[in-house]
C-alpha cells in the first residue's frame, strides 16, 4: 500500500499538471510548475531519499527513552509496560509513534512482543532506532534480563550522544562564525551597492534594490542557521504556567505598540531622519527590555534549578528507598542548601503532606521549574515508584544523565555567549557604517548637484543624472537596521539554549545598540566631513 506522503505527491502532481496544461489561471503559470516540483520532491524524493539513506543520528530523546524503559525494567515489569510507558508520553513526539505501535500489536492484535519490534522496525527510517528494536526483539525472544540489555544499550547511546553533541558544537563553532562573516560582508555590499546608485544617479529603484538585497542575504544566512542549529531540550510547557509568562506577552505587545506609535508620531512630526529613527528605536528597545529581563529571570531560575536538581533526586531516591513514603522521605531535604530549587520542593512537600495525588504534586512541581530536564527525570521517576522499580538505583541514573546533560549544555552556552558578544558589536559596526555610507553618499550628491551647472554637460550627465531622494535612504536604512535587529535577535536566540521569551532581551538590546550606532555613525560623519565637504563647496563655486 502506498504510503500518505506518495499519495499525496500523486495528487500534487496531478494538480500541478492539470494547472500546467489547463486553460491558464491567474497565477498558474507559476503555481503549476512549482506545485509539481514540490509534489515530486516531497512525495517520491524524500521518502526514497530516507529509505535509501537512513538517519544515523542520535538525539537528547532516544537517551531519554532507553533511560525510561531502564528505569521501569528495574521493577521486573510485564513486557507490555516497558512499551506502554513511553507509548503515552508526549514528552518523545519523535518515538513515542514507534513505540505506541508496538504496544497495539502486542495488546490488541494478539502479536508477541518479539515480532511487534520486529514488524515496526522495518518502518523506522532512523538506523539507530531500527537495529535497537531489532535487538531488543532478539533479546524478548530467547528471554534475556531485559534490564541487563536495556543497561549496556543505554550506555552505548549516551555515549555516542556526547560524542554527536560533541561534533555539533564544532559544527556549530563554524556555522556562527559564517553569520558573523556574512554579517560583516553585508555592509559593504551595501556599500558598493549605494556607491552604484551614487554614479547612475541615486534612482529611486536602485537604491530600493540595494538594501533589498543585502536584507534578504542577511535574512537567508539566518533561515540557514535556524536549520542547520537543532533545538536545545531546555524550558518545558507543562501547565499550569507561572503568571509572569502572561505578564511577558503582554509588556512585549505593549513595547510593540509604543515603537509602533513612536514611530508613526515621529516621522509625523519630523519626516524621515537619522534622529527620529534612533529616537524610535531606542524607546520601543528601552520598553522590550522589560519583558525580556523578566524572561532572562525565568531562564536564570531554570539553570539554577537544573544544577541542584541532580543532587536532589539522587539523595531523594536512596532515601524513598528506606522510608517508603514520598512526604517523609523528602522532609530531610528541605533543610539542604539546594538555591532556587528549596522553594519548589517546599511547595511539593506541602502537596505530598496534604495528600494530594503524588502524580499531580509532581506536575505542579515540574510546572514551577520549568526546566524540561525535570519535566522528564520527574516523570521517569513517578513510573519506577508506579511499576516498582529500584528509587535509590534510579536516582543515581537520572543524576548521572542530567549531570551529563549540564556539562554539554556548558559547553554550547560558551560558544553561544562568544557568538552573542560577537553579534553586539558586529550590529554595533553594521549599523554605524551603514549610516556614515549613506550620509557620506547622500552629502557629495548634494556637493555635486550644487555644482553640477558648472560642469561641463557631458560628465556631469555620467557623474550624476539626479539628487538622491534622503527620505527614501533614511527610511530604507531603518527598514534595513530594524530587519538585521531582528535576524541578529532569532540567531542569538537559536544559538542560545535558553527560554524563547528572551527573544525580547536580545530584540531591546540590539535595538538600542543600532540606535547608539545611528547615532554614532551620523554625527561621526557630520564631524570629520562638514568643514571639508564646506570648503570643497566653496572652491568649487568661487569664480
Known sequence: MASVKTMLGAMGVAAGLVLMLARPLPGSVALGPLLLVGSVVGGFVYPYLRRRFPSLSIDLDL??????????????????????????????????????????????????????????????????????????GSVLAVGEDVELFLRTEYSTIITEFETYYTRL??????????????LAASVFMLANFLLLSFFFGGTRGLIIASFGVVTLTVASTTVILLVLLPRETFENRVEPRPRVYRVI??????????????????ITRGGFTYENLSIVLAVGGAFLLIPG?????????????????????????????????????LKPLL??????????????????????EPKVAWRLFAAETRSELVHRSVTIFLDTVEKGGDVAKVGA???????????????????AKTFETTT????????????????????????????????????????????????????????????????????????????????????????????????????????????????????????
Open 424 to 543: 553586539y558589536m558586529m550590529h554595533m559596526a553594521v549599523v554605524l557604517i551603514t549610516v556614515f555610507v549613506t550620509k557620506l553618499m547622500y552629502g557629495f550628491a548634494s556637493i555635486m548637484q550644487s555644482v553640477q551647472s558648472r560642469l561641463p554637460g557631458e560628465v556631469a550627465g555620467v557623474l550624476i543624472s539626479a539628487q538622491m531622494p534622503l527620505d527614501l535612504v533614511v527610511g530604507s536604512t531603518g527598514v534595513f537596521v530594524l530587519a538585521t535587529t531582528i535576524f541578529n535577535s532569532i540567531a542569538i536566540l537559536k544559538a542560545m539554549p535558553g527560554v524563547s521569551r528572551t527573544f525580547w532581551y536580545y530584540m531591546g538590546l540590539l535595538s538600542i545598540i543600532a540606535a547608539a550606532g545611528i547615532m554614532g555613525g551620523k554625527y561621526l560623519m557630520d564631524l570629520i566631513l562638514t568643514s571639508t565637504l564646506e570648503t570643497l563647496n566653496q572652491t568649487l563655486t568661487t569664480p
Open 293 to 329: 529581563f523578566l524572561a532572562k529571570g525565568i531562564e536564570k531560575t531554570i539553570r539554577d534549578v537544573d544544577e541542584f536538581f541532580p543532587v536532589f533526586i539522587r539523595s531523594y531516591g536512596m532515601h524513598l528507598q528506606t522510608i517508603p513514603q514520598m512526604a517523609r522521605a
Open 335 to 356: 533543610a539542604a542548601e539546594l538555591g532556587r530549587l528549596n522553594r519548589f520542593l517546599e511547595n511539593l512537600y506541602s502537596r505530598l503532606l496534604n495528600e494530594i
Open 169 to 182: 558544537i564544532d559544527a556549530a563553532r563554524v556555522f556562527l562564525g559564517i553569520y558573523i562573516s556574512l
Open 397 to 415: 541514573m537520572l543524576s548521572d544523565h542530567h549531570n551529563t546533560v549540564i556539562r554539554l549544555r556548558k559547553t554550547r552556552f560558551q560558544v
Open 249 to 266: 506577552d503582554l509588556l512585549a505587545l505593549l513595547g510593540i505598540v509604543v515603537m509602533v506609535a513612536t514611530g508613526i508620531t515621529a
Open 63 to 136: 537517551t531519554y527513552v532507553i533511560q525510561h524503559m531502564l528505569a521501569v525494567s528495574t521493577g521486573k515489569p510485564p513486557r507490555r509496560v516497558l512499551f506502554e510507558v513511553v507509548a503515552r508520553e508526549e514528552l518523545y513526539p519523535k518515538y513515542a509513534g514507534i513505540f505506541k505501535k508496538i504496544y497495539l500489536l502486542g495488546k490488541e492484535w494478539g502479536y508477541s512482543f518479539t515480532d511487534a519490534c520486529r514488524l515496526v522496525a522495518r518502518t523506522v527510517y532512523n538506523k539507530v532506532v531500527r537495529e535497537f528494536l531489532v535487538r531488543l
